[in-house]
């Protein structure tokens, strides 16, 4: 028998764990780092869900395929493989990603540079979204902010684009006639959320940079890490000697 746990309101594990659990399948355990490690700290409830019910279905499938299924000579290889890429990967994670610094600086200077870029193609608004367990720690939220005062819950702070939440927070951003900046409780799944509007923006308006700072420091990561890479691999080739005799018959 296999024993099955998904847990996807905001209260995932009774008061006192510092890591959550998300899930369980028999003994195999997903935790809230788990989730943050592969989506980060700013992703939208609707990506927890999906990922937290795809790494479920991939333990139900592996628990039965360990039942029935046994490696054969040709497959094992492919095993050191994953082990060789998986080693490779966080040494580049550990020693080339986690070193690149992307000062504000430098955030500056490629949104001027690329200002076209951060043009908006359809409705967007830069928000404050507040994820709830309950209707009652909604409110709560929605109370404070009303006051001023800081709500008990942190919010993600994103730049959302119209049709890419779900819909009931979608409709009360981009379809309802809300002249407040605060929307909801919006009921949703096991949750509810509260909407705090800190900038809209129409079709062909200009994201502000600080609205646009995330996605930025996405891009120079991107390309500093591609560099970094380039320049770590000519260096291993001249420490390591390596010779690649292009004329051999293969």
Same mark, same amino acid.
């Given at each position: ?30 935790? +809230? ?28 499938? %592996? ?50 540079? #690329? ?13 404050? %979204? ?64 509260? +909407? ?14 600080? #609205? /646009? ?22 260096? %291993?080739?001249?420490?390591?000697? /390596? ?8």
């Amino acid at each position: 028998m296999v024993t099955l746990l998904i847990i996807v309101s905001g209260c995932v594990l009774p008061f006192g764990d510092s890591d959550p659990v998300v899930a369980r399948v028999r003994f195999k355990k997903l935790r +809230v780092s788990d989730v943050k490690e592969v989506l980060g700290s700013d992703y939208l409830p609707q990506q927890r869900e999906q990922f937290v019910e795809d790494w479920v279905n991939r333990q139900l499938w %592996l628990i039965e395929s360990k039942r029935l299924v046994r490696l054969d000579r040709e497959e094992k290889p492919q095993i050191r493989d994953y082990r060789s890429n998986l080693i490779i990967r966080k040494y580049q994670k550990q020693y080339l990603l986690n070193n690149i610094m992307i000062t504000e600086n430098d955030v500056l200077q490629y949104y001027e540079g #690329h200002r076209s870029e951060f043009i908006a193609e359809t409705d967007a608004a830069f928000i404050e %979204l507040y994820v709830c367990p309950s209707n009652v720690a909604a409110k709560e939220v929605l109370s404070s902010l009303r006051s001023s005062e800081t709500p008990p819950l942190s919010p993600v702070i994103k730049l959302v684009k119209k049709n890419t939440c779900v819909e009931p927070i979608d409709k009360a951003l981009f379809v309802e006639k809300n002249k407040s900046n605060l929307l909801g409780p919006i009921s949703y799944g096991n949750d509810y959320y509260i +909407v705090f509007i800190i900038e809209k923006y129409k079709p062909g308006s200009v994201f502000q940079v600080e #609205h /646009v700072r995330n996605d930025i420091i996405q891009r120079l990561k991107i390309t500093q890490y591609s560099n970094a890479l380039q320049k770590k691999q000519k260096e %291993l080739k001249d420490r390591l000697n /390596v010779k690649i005799n292009k004329n051999a018959d293969l």
